[in-house]
């Protein structure tokens, strides 16, 4: 068979019209041409005549098959059945019939149970790889990139519950494919998934990548430069055993290898570069007239960067190729489908029955929750995944009826901040609770409940340990050798409960009788928190 004159059908559910065309042009991009309706049927043409047609002359059928597609009758069905019938014509050696998931769904057909699937989740790039090595057996695969070992728990935990997204995804496919190389930032506000889409993309797909912390500590220019350059160095098998000393200084060396990379790269074969969470870099030994992590103005051919990162004022960022900014907030009816699904599937999880419990005391049907609380929402996923875990708990919102549950994120913070010090009495709440928050608000990195103690000069370790277990929704814990032993260490879970608890317009009460009433703070830590206010 000429390769050139291979003829592959795509057929597809409308609802998964996005992901057919991120797969048609990523089979493009590795020389497959497809053709599915959007790109081959002519106006005046009769489409169920003309689509039978090319079906029976194709050499491949591919079915995009996922929950949208078999739930439905329709077309798409009776494409499926022409396409199984022209496999009953050919040897039984031959792929002719390649049925490929979206997601995990289990088609109907019987003669289905036969042929070996493709999915294309949770990795797309490796399933649209098998897909390409089906119908163009001489193509290889490709070597998977390596990323800093550190990076794998934040992948696992962002995309651990992910949903959707695919818009995004098509326009990050839609710009490589119609730029030679060029910048793309996605903005958003905390707690819009931005960290976790990112992930989701690494984890597809074959780049390297860097996700800045400010709560580790972790989002410093040198540190950047040093993880990427070593991942460019290892990845691409560059001759160097290790950085020179400048390396990290400025953005020199990791300009000299883009430039040693670019020249062996084609349309075929692109580098890109994801960042992630550009705000949360530190500025305050920033070189001025540099770019934000000495990112280079100009880029090579076929070099890409892919980047995340709050609304800001200001961005030390000056661009001279191709560029394209995209705004979680103009997609809003995507972005709304996406939190109701994520809904749903949370309230099929046997294990948060409480939720459901929840839902039958309101006497509201389970859509009618899944719109109220996607409109309270405000499309935001770090409120769901607060609210849902609340609900499912049945302490603070036992009581409440769905339409007194907060709105938004901020909205949560502040509901949840009123409540646990509703809880406390003045004494508890100003001696114990809130120094431990605060040093853990303060605190750049992890740290420990002896840490915790000598920040607060609280004694007993039992009182501290009380609080981080009330507020242990807020916190990540972390289990760190030190000196041959596991110590147990303790971070803030998101930047944006950071800037809650460090907004003086939030606790600006607390603030004050704090400062009068317990001085066992540190001035020093005290002044980090709030300057001079």
Known sequence: MQHNNIKVFLSYAKDDAICARRLVQDLANMNIEVSYDENFLLPGQRWKIEIKKAIKKSDFFIALISSNSIAKRGFIQREMKVALDVLDEIPESDIYFIPVRLDECSPSH???NDIHWVDLFPKWNEGVKRIAKAIRPEISSDKQYSLPKHFQPLI?????DFVGREYIFHEIDSFIANNHKGYLIIHGDPGMGKTALLAKYVHQNDCVAYFNERLLGRNRSSQFLESICMQLITNYNLPYTSLPDKATKDGGFFMQLINQIGSRLSSKNNLVIAIDALDEVDLTI?????NILYLPERLP??????????????????????????DLLDYHNDSHRDIQTYIRNTLEDPTLHQIRS???RQTIETEEFVTALADKSEDNFMYLYHVLDALNNGKIYHNRNIDNLPVGLQGYYKDHWRHMRGLSGDEIWFNFKLPVIVALTVAKKPISIEL???????????????????????????????EDSLCKYYRLYHASFHDFVASLEEIEDERVNLKRMHGQIADTLWDELFGDA
Do not use: C, N
Request: hydrophobic residues 40%; proline residues 3%.
């Open 358 to 360: 929840w839902i039958a």
């Open 156 to 160: 696992d935990d962002a995309i651990k």
């Open 301 to 326: 051919d076929h070099v890409y960067l892919i980047m995340t990162r709050r609304r800001m004022d200001f961005l030390p960022l000056r661009i001279s190729a191709p560029h394209l900014t995209l």
């Open 452 to 482: 915790i103690e000598e920040f607060t000069k609280i004694s007993k370790r039992a009182r501290i340990r009380s609080v981080l277990e009330e507020w242990s929704q807020f916190l990540r814990k972390l289990d760190v050798y030190k």
């Open 286 to 290: 920033h070189t001025s007239g540099a």
């Open 110 to 112: 019987d003669k289905l």
